[in-house]
């Protein structure tokens, strides 16, 4: 158990299609993250949530809606794809952005999500 | 702004043996955080270890050790005793305390590979 499970694992989705992705935790932490993992390319920071509230939006496109209905859930809504999002979607956790990030982050496994 | 630059993207050693991997990053700040990250095949990042800036001793966690050179703005990972299951993906990441999301910068990451 890595304390921060995300669902599904692997997607595969058309580009007219609209699909969720969910990430879970029970560390008990405040502050949750989306990460994009291309291959070959470091990791981009999409967006970033504090106490439920979205303190980060990086250049993000609109067909990525996050939600983050409390500190336990976080979610990414997809919509209206391009091939090239396919990637490794990463969610992490911590106990809040203030405090105890200098101890790094608690990542979950990702969804392979691959667009058609 | 900051980058991390991963010069080596694979790497192999033989099993029991040790490896140095290799991190440089820009910047103009003088306190700073310093991570390495293993991702596995089962792609959850693990937090290896991490460095504060202002600490001059080098940090160490069981069989990883780090040679942080300030000056030289180097922050190698070195792995003792290589074993099978520290194959994986290892990035070296960065955190600046001035940005207010707190968040990472990574580099492209290295491969390691173990030869049993």
């Known amino acids: 158990e890595t304390g921060v499970t995300q669902t599904p694992r692997h997607l595969v989705m058309g580009m007219t299609n609209k699909k969720s992705l969910k990430c879970e935790q029970h560390?008990?932490?405040?502050?949750m993250y989306w990460y994009k993992q291309s291959a070959k390319k470091p990791l981009e920071l999409m967006f970033v949530?504090?106490?439920?509230?979205?303190?980060e939006n990086n250049s993000v496109p609109s067909r990525f809606s996050p939600e983050c209905p409390n500190s336990s859930h976080l979610f990414l809504h997809l919509h209206t794809l391009q091939p090239e999002d396919s990637a490794l979607y990463l969610c992490?956790?911590?106990?809040?952005?203030?405090?105890?990030?200098?101890?790094?982050?608690?990542f979950g496994s990702g969804t392979r999500l691959t667009v058609v | 702004a900051q980058t991390v630059t991963q010069s080596q993207p694979e790497m192999s050693v033989q099993e029991a043996e040790t490896v140095t991997l290799s991190c440089t990053y820009d910047t103009s700040e003088s306190d700073y955080y310093l991570f390495w990250y293993k991702q596995p095949p089962s792609r959850q990042m693990i937090l290896v270890i991490r460095?504060?800036?202002?600490k001059q001793q080098n940090a160490t966690e069981n069989r990883f050790s780090v040679n942080f050179q300030k000056a030289a703005k180097s922050f190698s990972l070195k792995i003792s005793d290589s074993q099978l299951g520290d194959a994986a993906m290892y990035f070296c990441?960065?955190?600046?305390?001035?940005?207010?999301?707190?968040?990472?910068?990574w580099g492209a990451g290295t491969k390691l590979i173990i030869k049993p």
């Open positions: 992490a956790s911590s106990p809040s952005l203030g405090t105890g990030n200098n101890y790094g982050y608690t």
């Open positions: 990441a960065y955190r600046s305390p001035m940005d207010s999301n707190y968040q990472l910068i």
């Open positions: 949530y504090n106490f439920k509230e979205q303190t």
């Open positions: 460095q504060e800036a202002y």
């Open positions: 560390l008990g932490h405040n502050a």
